[in-house]
């Protein structure tokens, strides 16, 4: 496996593990669980068995409201602009009742049918921080059978992929600073595209977390299935 489809792995799967964790603990554990000392604690906790509406307290869901509607949704608009004809769900899909749990104080995660979309809102302003298909998290990080030949083309052309990165960060990447990789050469995945932006030193063999870093795959059909900034 080349350092650059392990540098990314190490990284989705580390975020994938703090929402994972979270999002498997069952509710009845979770209510009697002590915040981790080092994480704010958190003032909304929703279980997934009943509604929102159900959950919060009049206070809170108001609270919750506004924030939605004045701070998540222009910005999952902007997003969902940005990469418009390559996402797994709609905008109209993100919704209050798909929200399922806050974590480490500024995460907010909706799930919407298969897929974990997280936004951060907090002292960093407002962004779409997290988005993975559970087919994608099953692909990515499983190798082939051997039984189908390895696809390395790639759905999107570089050029594609600059104008993705600009839209969306809002600046030019320097060319030093993306890494574009097929997803077909180690995992599942076959045809798709893996790329990594911002961060990237060390003559692209390591990553370091700065502000500036934006990760995204696109599967075999261009679409978005995973998502990081």
């Keep these: 496996m080349n350092k650059n489809w392990s540098r990314f792995l190490a990284l989705a799967i580390a975020v994938a593990v703090v929402l994972s964790v979270f999002l498997l603990i069952p509710p ?12 704010p604690v958190s003032q909304i906790r929703v279980d997934t068995n009943l509604p929102v509406t159900s959950q919060l307290a009049e206070a809170d869901l108001n609270n919750f409201t506004n924030r939605f509607e004045k701070h998540f949704k222009p910005e999952i608009t902007r997003w969902c602009k940005v990469y418009e004809g390559r996402l797994p769900f709609r905008e109209s899909d993100v919704t209050i009742d798909k929200f399922h749990s806050k974590v480490g104080g500024f995460l907010y995660t909706f799930m919407i049918g298969d897929t974990t979309f997280t936004m951060y809102d907090g002292p960093q302003g407002t962004h779409v921080f997290y988005m993975m298909t559970r087919q994608a998290a099953q692909q990515l990080n499983s190798v082939p059978n051997g039984a189908v030949q390895h696809d ?3 759905p999107v052309s570089r050029q594609v992929i600059t104008g993705l990165l600009k839209a969306d960060a809002g600046y030019d990447y320097p060319a030093d600073q993306i890494s574009i990789h097929p997803t077909g050469i180690s995992g599942s995945m076959q045809g798709g595209v893996m790329v990594e932006a911002g961060g990237i030193t060390g003559n692209n063999v390591f990553r370091v977390m700065t502000a500036t870093n934006l990760d995204f795959v696109l599967d075999g059909n261009g679409t978005l299935v995973s998502y990081q900034h």
Excluded at 28 to 39: D, H, L, T, Y
Aim: net charge positive; proline share 20%.
């Design 28 to 39: 009845g554990k979770r209510r009697n669980q002590p915040p981790p000392e080092s994480a």
């Design 152 to 154: 390395i083309s790639m």
